[in-house]
Nanobody, 123 residues
Framework: QVQLVESGGGLVQAGGSLRLSCAASGRTFSSMYVGWFRQAPGSVRDIVAGITWDGAYTDYADSVKGRFIISRDNSKNTVYLQMNSLKPEDTAVYYC????????????????WGQGTQVTVSS
């Protein structure tokens, strides 16, 4: 089992920055693909960024490319999402998810989800 705990959310003005953290405990996290998702009220949960187990490859949704950066520190069992130039449309609950199989994360069926952290961007 892996437990994922997100933190770092909050209220920020448009143009500001936040860094989210996804801390893992339990079995080996460092071998897993990790994705960050977000879900706004009335919307589906969409992936915004993903990172391979070694950090060598990253993927981003078009809506966040150039503004968000995903990274990981396996020595700390933590994955980060640096969010810059935030916009009101980035407002959502942000979730991290992990699985040994990257496609399971991308298809929204990972073995492990965090509980989410709220990000609110004011205009």
């Amino acid at each position: 089992q892996v437990q994922l705990v997100e933190s770092g959310g909050g209220l920020v003005q448009a143009g500001g920055s936040l860094r989210l953290s996804c801390a893992a405990s339990g079995r080996t996290f460092s071998s897993m693909y990790v994705g960050w998702f977000r879900q706004a009220p009335g919307s589906v949960r969409d992936i915004v960024a993903g990172i391979t187990w070694d950090g060598a490859y990253t993927d981003y949704a078009d809506s966040v490319k150039g503004r968000f950066i995903i990274s990981r520190d396996n020595s700390k069992n933590t994955v980060y999402l640096q969010m810059n130039s935030l916009k009101p449309e980035d407002t959502a609950v942000y979730y991290c998810a992990a699985d040994d199989a990257p496609d399971r994360v991308r298809l929204r069926v990972p073995d492990y989800w965090g509980q989410g952290t709220q990000v609110t961007v004011s205009s």
